[in-house]
């Protein structure tokens, strides 16, 4: 899914008499499945502009942000990620309220709120729908902690309940199957992702076992707990070009020993037939390699690296990088 499919996608809440209803979820901690909150009807429409409002500021309106599949994602700004791994179960609640009409009420006899930890929005008609993901931050909670006072005619005194307050913020977006992540670091601090990615990266590493163009492949699964690393592992192993076309291991090492960013700063064996990673700079030199980031302008013969590479398809149907 590009940016303008995903535009096209959430397009319908934006039409007129499109009708669209809001039914708003909590996740409560502990819990195995979602419960519906029981919102009075007068306040729903207002609820329901705040998402849409936020719908439109933090997604439609940003007209320079691109989509990129989370397993190939690099480190470039302005981008939305398509959730393509394994998806963990906090996420699966996203389709799983969508249509179930036997989702129960939120209890305030068996729930408290301030065991809220999660909402899920659920934004359509009859036809289409969209759900957010709003993980609840400590400030959405008021009166979890601390010492609340409230008004009490012309005093304060102690307020001794707990408030849930709704803010047009959300991290996480499913429309048409597709699961759209707004901030990279907010999924792997808050959703379960990390271990996703360490099991990806260490199929990555598995890919690259398999070049035997390592002399020193353990070096690699020493650093696995790096979530910045294991997911440029993942990359590598979803979508790394030198892997992917199959480049012999002996053009791999004389451009290792040549380009002007690598020359010096990765070692070798000693009859030059693997390389040997033996310092943090050298393994992140090398994975940029795998992943194909040393480009060449044919235009001007100068050397880049170039970390944001879009595929452009030419007249023969191949693909070049840009």
């Known amino acids: 899914m590009n940016k303008q ?4 996608n959430l397009a319908f809440l934006f039409e007129a008499n499109s009708e669209i209803q809001v039914i708003v979820y909590a996740v409560v901690k502990d819990e195995i499945e979602p419960k519906k909150l029981n919102i009075d009807d007068d306040d729903l429409p207002s609820i329901k502009q705040m998402f849409l409002d936020s719908i439109e500021s ?5 007209d320079d942000f691109e989509v990129l599949l989370l397993s190939t994602a690099d480190e470039r700004g302005k981008c939305f990620y398509e959730y393509d791994l394994e998806v963990p179960e906090e996420l699966t609640f996203l389709d799983k309220v969508i249509g179930n009409d036997n989702i129960p009420i939120f209890n305030f006899k068996d729930e408290t709120i301030e065991n809220i930890d999660t909402l899920i929005i659920v934004l359509g008609n ?4 969209v759900s957010l993901y709003k993980k609840l931050s400590p400030v959405e909670i008021i009166g979890r902690g601390g010492f609340i006072l409230k008004r009490a005619a012309e005093r304060f005194e102690r307020f001794r309940d707990n408030l849930l307050r709704i803010s047009p913020g959300f991290q996480v977006l499913s429309v048409n199957q597709a699961i759209i992540i707004l901030k990279l670091t907010t999924i ?3 959703f379960g992702i990390v271990n996703v990615i360490q099991r990806e990266a260490l199929l990555g ?3 690259i076992r398999n070049m035997e163009v390592l002399s020193n492949i353990e070096v690699l699964e020493e650093l696995i707990d790096d979530i910045g690393f294991a997911r440029r592992l993942t990359k590598v192993r979803r979508s790394s070009p030198v892997i992917i076309n199959n480049i012999p291991n002996s053009q791999i090492i004389v451009f290792s020993n040549t380009h002007p960013a690598l020359r010096g700063k990765i070692k070798f064996n ?3 037939t693997k390389i040997n990673l033996d310092t943090r700079v050298s393994k992140n030199l090398f994975i940029k390699l795998l992943n194909d980031d040393y480009l060449t302008s044919e235009l001007t013969s100068l050397f880049y690296d170039s970390l944001a590479k879009d595929g452009v398809k030419i007249e023969d149907n191949q693909i070049e990088v840009e």
């Open 270 to 272: 000693t009859d030059m």
């Open 5 to 8: 499919e995903l535009n096209q």
């Open 126 to 129: 009859e036809v289409n729908q």
């Open 205 to 207: 590493i598995d890919a």
């Open 58 to 62: 933090q997604i439609i309106n940003k």
């Open 188 to 190: 792997e601090r808050n």
